[in-house]
């Protein structure tokens, strides 16, 4: 990780650390950390805070489910990644029925993945020119692609929108726009005046307004969990 170089070498370790440390959470067994955003203190942080779910949103599902998860998300973080899979898995048993719906938001934590702004832009690109089905083959592809971490080559981007059949040189041109990064900052703050200081961060919505938030990529089964006890209470 690439500290700036006018701190004091031990401002720097603190930087560091408040950068790594992270959520725990538990999968096989096994202790993992999640990253954080180094930010300062979110004094007035609430779910109440969380945007409208409004057709500029990118929905998974039917928008009028009885749930609504709304995950911000980094495309270079691994947990993400793994939170993904574990969504694509809640939405083949509930979003069939219409029970579920999944939203995707940005959250790229600049500060320890500096490539994962511009695949946001990608994402958006890929729905500016194929609609809302293609943001999902995107993110699909990215998430299934990517060794997470920053590691993606830019140079796959334009590949990822050839293999889901976008026109790549108009890709390409909405990629250097910059016409996106309005709207993924607002993602990213909306995110952390919800109290997200993290990635993944996702808050559960009911037909009535209840909100829950889940911090981490929890497993499937725990996901599962926290929906079926809402939809009973539903």
Not at 4 to 16: E, M, R
Not at 57 to 68: M, Q, T
Not at 180 to 208: H, M
């Amino acid at each position: 990780m690439e500290t700036k170089t006018n701190y004091s070498t031990p401002v720097a370790i603190v930087l560091a650390g408040i950068i790594i440390a992270g959520a725990m959470y538990f999968s096989d067994g096994k202790k993992v950390e999640s990253p954080t955003l180094a930010e300062k203190p979110i004094v007035s942080s609430s779910l109440d805070q969380v945007r409208p779910v409004s057709t500029e949103d990118h929905i998974r599902g039917n928008p009028n489910a009885e749930v609504i998860i709304i995950e911000y998300s980094d495309t270079e973080c691994p947990f993400c990644g793994r939170f993904h899979e574990t969504m694509k898995q809640i939405m083949n048993e509930y979003g069939k029925e219409g029970k579920v719906a999944w939203v995707y938001r940005h959250s790229p934590l600049d500060q320890l993945h500096s490539k994962a702004k511009n695949e946001s832009v990608a994402l958006e690109c890929a729905n500016e020119l194929g609609g809302n089905d293609k943001f999902w083959e995107y993110a699909d592809r990215i998430y299934s692609v990517t060794p997470a971490n920053n590691g993606l080559d830019p140079a796959e981007l334009p590949k990822i929108a050839e293999f889901i059949k976008l026109d790549v040189m108009k890709f390409k041109d909405c990629l250097s726009s910059g016409r996106y990064n309005d709207k993924i900052q607002a993602d990213v703050l909306n995110a952390q005046a919800t109290g997200g200081k993290g990635t993944p961060w996702s808050i559960v919505i009911t037909k009535d307004d209840k909100k829950t938030s889940i911090n981490g990529a929890y497993p499937y089964v725990n996901v599962k969990q926290i929906i079926d006890s809402l939809l009973v209470i539903n």
